[in-house]
């Protein structure tokens, strides 16, 4: 509107400064209008156009913001309820773990205490077979001769057997002695070692949730000592094979369950196969900062398709089993700074677990 007028009044009054000559020409100011306002309004719809897009670009904007907020607040919200659920699981997990544990306690314990019932049984079986009425008599007798004790020794035919008779009572009576000894040795051993299983599980767990430096070689005996039974009852030879290594940093609570586990998986693969069943329990140092616990056995095998899966939440090969303990014991041994992996040539040819564990002086996240 401003050049409109410009050209107007210019086109009028000074035809020079616009027209570039004093000629006047009749209404040219009127064509240079014309042209003005063909120009604004092209300008005008241009104008439109572009805060028409404009509007439906910001528009566009705001609804992707809007979603993309609901989404960032929906991703947040299973984020944490993925973390949660992790929380659990892992919690979950340990308790498997721990509830396998204490399974293997009282199994260990149960078995030591069948041992005691049979010794008890043993001991009762022999006081009641005592000759304690034979000795009854003789005590009678001799009460009934008191008087004349000396001539009764000596001149009743009674009297003359009565100390041979003695003699052989008390060969008879030192025999169930020393088998009633020999069974309360037994009872006592037994019980020391339901104390043994009763307190080591204990320890683990007053001492649970701290990495400490331990002897690798330790916690594998008292895994260990909670199958003893078991695998003798089983047939299962046991090999050890421990090298001289640091201690390693690590959590009693967190080790314990998964050595339990691989050797509790070790023993049901031997259980299911056929020919000498053997088990190697070996410790050393691998070529990094850390050592390993190997868990070999020469039963059924992995097939090569579950090797992959082996570690998978819920993934078990076993009617009773709930794919807890390998998880758990993965996730556990990443917590403490090392791995579990898994190795087996095919179904027939064995498997072998490895525990990788860090050392004292290494930093772990």
């Given amino acids: 509107m401003v050049v409109a007028a410009d050209h107007v009044v210019r086109g009028i009054y000074w035809p020079l400064s616009i027209f570039g000559t004093q000629v006047d020409v009749q209404w040219r100011w009127l064509e240079h209008l014309g042209w003005v306002l063909i120009q604004d309004m092209f300008?005008?719809?241009?104008?439109?156009?572009?805060?028409?897009?404009?509007?439906?670009?910001?528009?566009?904007?705001?609804?992707?913001?809007?979603?993309?907020?609901v989404i960032e607040s929906q991703v947040q919200e299973r984020t944490m309820e993925l973390t949660e659920a992790h929380k659990q699981l892992v919690e979950t997990s340990r308790q498997a773990g721990m509830a396998e544990i204490a399974t293997n306690v009282l199994h260990n314990v149960g078995n030591v205490l069948n041992s005691v019932n049979v010794s008890a049984e043993?001991?009762?079986?022999?006081?009641?077979?005592?000759?304690?009425?034979?000795?009854?008599?003789?005590?009678?007798?001799?009460?009934?001769?008191?008087?004349?004790?000396?001539?009764?020794?000596?001149?009743?035919?009674?009297?003359?057997?009565l100390p041979g008779y003695l003699v052989k009572l008390a060969e008879n009576l030192s025999e169930p002695q020393k088998g009633i000894l020999q069974e309360l040795t037994s009872l006592q051993n037994n019980i020391e070692h339901i104390k043994e299983v009763v307190a080591m599980q204990q320890g683990?767990?007053?001492?649970?949730?701290?990495?400490?430096?331990?002897?690798?070689?330790?916690?594998?005996?008292?895994?260990i000592n909670l199958h003893n039974d078991s695998l003798d009852r089983h047939g299962v030879t046991l090999v050890r094979d421990?090298?001289?290594?640091?201690?390693?940093?690590?959590?009693?609570?967190k080790v314990l369950p998964i050595l339990v586990n691989l050797l509790s998986n070790a023993k049901h693969a031997l259980a299911d196969s056929n020919g000498e069943k053997q088990l190697i329990v070996r410790v050393g140092q691998n070529e990094g900062e850390g050592v390993q616990i190997v868990i070999a056995d020469n039963g059924v095998g992995i097939p090569p398709e579950n090797l992959?899966?082996?570690?998978?939440?819920?993934?078990?090969?076993?009617?009773?089993g709930h794919g807890f303990g390998l998880h758990s014991g993965a996730l556990a041994a990443r917590e403490m700074g090392g791995r579990l992996t898994a190795q087996s040539e095919g179904p027939g040819r064995?498997?072998?677990?490895?525990?990788?564990?860090p050392l004292q002086t290494t930093?772990?996240?």
């Fill in 43 to 69: 300008l005008f719809i241009s104008i439109s156009q572009y805060l028409t897009e404009t509007l439906e670009v910001a528009k566009r904007r705001s609804r992707l913001e809007g979603i993309n907020a």
């Fill in 122 to 161: 043993a001991v009762a079986g022999k006081v009641r077979n005592f000759r304690i009425t034979s000795l009854k008599q003789v005590a009678e007798l001799l009460r009934e001769h008191a008087d004349h004790l000396p001539e009764f020794l000596t001149q009743d035919p009674r009297g003359k057997e």
């Fill in 204 to 223: 683990y767990a007053r001492r649970s949730g701290m990495l400490e430096p331990l002897s690798a070689v330790t916690l594998v005996e008292d895994a």
């Fill in 242 to 253: 421990y090298k001289n290594v640091p201690p390693v940093l690590a959590d009693r609570h």
């Fill in 308 to 320: 992959t899966r082996i570690f998978q939440h819920g993934f078990t090969t076993k009617p009773e």
């Fill in 350 to 357: 064995g498997a072998a677990f490895t525990l990788e564990l």
């Fill in 363 to 365: 930093k772990t996240c």
